[in-house]
């Protein structure tokens, strides 16, 4: 005759009282099945699992190689666009004004404009601070896949607020672009150039001279750009650098968390 009931005994290993329970049959056999049945899954799960797991993390390796190589290339074309911009800007400033011909393959070719008159002193460094405002994004120059390359600093101030110029120079471009919208470039002389980009609207033209102080453009978000602000940059030899060290005042409105 079966069993109706199982009873177990346990007994610890030191001094204590011992303790019994019992189970019916059915219970004994519906925990024994559950168990069984556990473990079977587990071990099915484990032999189809695995194999989706190597292709997942060999297909997730795959697909970041191909970004990262992907965001190199974006990063290159965009240092070699902006490099092709700043040998313009400088050509343009020693009389010379190099643009897309659809005779030579789409290379920079020269065009003769009037000379531009002689820049040089200290007057001439960058040394006012454009807008006042609050400091939203520091420079980043970085060659990491994963990160954006910013040339200068974006400082954050209403619409239509006054651009001043940082110091006395040129202006040798004044007009709109994809990225920094409305975008006013400044030959300072001694290679000195600074760009103010996203404004709303600009009150200079191409090749005037103007003062340190002067207003160039009102600020604005034109462009690529996700607020009201200027993104201000100083180029020097044919190199971004960072603005802050120029204005350490900046330094006490940075609110940038990069």
Known sequence: ??????????VPDHDGKNRRFSISRIGTLIILFATILVITGMVVSLIYMTPKAVDYNRMKQAYDSVIGERSKVLALYRDLER???VERMVQQALGTNLEESDDVENKLVAKPIDPPASIGGITYIPS????NGVVTQEMIQTHASDTKTHYGIDIAVPTGS?????ASGQVVFA????????L???YHGNEYFTYYGHNESIV????QQVNSGDVIAKSGNTGESSGPHLHFEIWKEGEAVDPLSYFPALNQSNMSVD
Do not use: C, Q, W
């Open 1 to 10: 005759m079966k069993p109706s009931r199982y009873t177990f005994l346990i």
């Open 175 to 182: 007009g709109h672009t994809r990225e920094l919208g409305n």
């Open 83 to 85: 490099l092709k911009e």
């Open 128 to 131: 006012l601070i454009p807008v």
């Open 162 to 166: 006054d651009v001043l110029a940082a």
């Open 184 to 186: 006013i470039v400044v």
């Open 204 to 207: 200079v033209k191409p090749y």
